[in-house]
């Protein structure tokens, strides 16, 4: 089977800082699969590795079996992979509605069944559709982040820490509606610091640690892995 994804060992630099020394990674189709490691490990700079917004110096991005790294990021997002960015970074100034439009700019037709989608996953967005998306709060903010990466009809989802700063039940509801989107269809990259809840819904996992992929297993193996549980889960 083609993966949908597969990093194969990547390396990424800002400069003279190595921030990705050889990750190698899959996600298969109908996956949801979740990248855990500390701040600064270099999980936001692999998905903007795959989301093409920062090229790797070294090795292959495959979508599908086709080779991606060297796509412009929207060419990236037309061809089915979508991003919703770490810190939510909407369009503060425009409306929730003119956000989820400007989700779908990658692709043409109507986009009102897509609207619809996205207003039935977050009916919050629904009420407030009118608003200015700079005056969401946190959490309204990253459901919108969430819906405009939606409108790009993607096949991949890569999320960057959807539950941050969020509260406990707002995080459950990012979870489920994650869970969700996946039963839908969409494969889905996690990225996230709640390893726990990482683990509840993922399927599998990938540990990140400097810039090197230093665990790989099912979510139910790394969530009972003792150095997983020391490290990420708050154990001592
Ligand atoms: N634009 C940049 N210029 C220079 N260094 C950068 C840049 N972006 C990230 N880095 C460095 O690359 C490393 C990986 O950063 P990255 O943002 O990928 O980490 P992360 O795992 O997403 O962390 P966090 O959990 O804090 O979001 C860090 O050491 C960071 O300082
Ligand atoms: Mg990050």
Redesign the pocket.
Known sequence: MTHALELVDIH?Y??K?H??KGVSMTVDPGEVVTLI????????????TISAI?HAREGKVLFNGVEIQAEKPHAVVGMGIAQAP?GRHVFTRMTVYENLQMGAFSRSGDIADDVARVYDLFPRLKERRAQRAGTLSGGEQQMLAIGRALMAKPTLLLL??PSMGLSPILTEQIFQIIRDINGQGTTVLL?E?NAQMAFNVAHRGYV?Q??QIILANTAANLAADPQVRQAYLGEI
């Open positions: 990424t800002y400069g800082i921030a990705l490691g500390s701040n600064g490990a270099g999980k936001s700079t692999t998905l903007r920062t770490e960057d820490e990225v610091q990140l400097t810039g």
